[in-house]
């Protein structure tokens, strides 16, 4: 980590100082943060994390669990038990994918996902059929966020960490490279830039 005098710089380059930089604050080459999962409200929480995982790899560590089935693509549990994400994804080739049978919205309309199963690239859209009951149930016509949780924790365990403390649900994410991008917004980019090299070149 490095530490600075924020105020000192400022001064010497006559820049202003944004009173939401703490002045000494550590700048880490490897940054925590989380956010709170919305436990009850299932099938929105379930999105989160699938974008999540999305945005990583296009659930390139999901590859060995993916399956696909006639309309759909399901993520195989076997290991947790049951059948309980067999629902995912609904194929370009289903009704549900443009919901035209009518009735009621059983994907999210607004998002394709092109996952590469089986050696083929389906376009498909996430299921809306979500619960959040415990896995030992498995009587609900639908896909278990439980399920999800758990099978992100283990292929993406050293990217991502969903756990609950104290009645809440949490996902962090454990960022692995350190990007000037990375730091938050108050703090400019060129500025930071000139931070650096100011402590390089009076400490090498």
Not at 45 to 68: G, H, M, P, T, W
Not at 175 to 189: M, T
Request: hydrophobic share 35%; glycine share 4%; aromatic share 14%.
């Amino acid at each position: 980590m490095i530490r600075f005098s924020y105020a000192n710089f400022c001064k010497f380059y006559g820049k202003d100082e944004n009173p939401e930089v703490k002045d000494g604050e550590e700048i880490r080459l490897a940054d925590t943060s989380r956010v709170e999962l919305h436990f009850e409200q299932s099938k929105e929480c379930a999105r989160q994390l699938v974008d999540c995982v999305y945005r990583i790899d296009n659930f390139e560590r999901f590859s060995k669990v993916l399956k696909n089935n006639d309309k759909n693509v399901k993520i195989i549990t076997d290991d947790l038990g049951g059948n309980y994400l067999r629902y995912m994804f609904a194929k370009s080739t289903s009704d549900l994918y443009e919901n035209t049978s009518g009735g009621k919205k059983r994907v999210f309309l607004d998002k394709d996902y092109e996952i590469n199963v089986d050696g083929m690239t389906e376009k498909c859209r996430l299921s809306t059929e979500w619960v959040s009951s415990e896995l030992g149930d498995g009587t609900a016509s639908a896909n278990y966020l439980q399920a999800l949780m758990k099978t992100i924790n283990t292929y993406y365990s050293d990217v991502l960490k969903i756990y609950e403390e104290f009645g809440r649900w949490y996902l962090e994410y454990l960022k692995q490279d350190f990007k000037l991008s990375d730091l938050p917004s108050v703090l400019n980019q060129d500025l930071l830039r000139d931070i650096f090299n100011h402590f390089w070149q009076n400490h090498l």
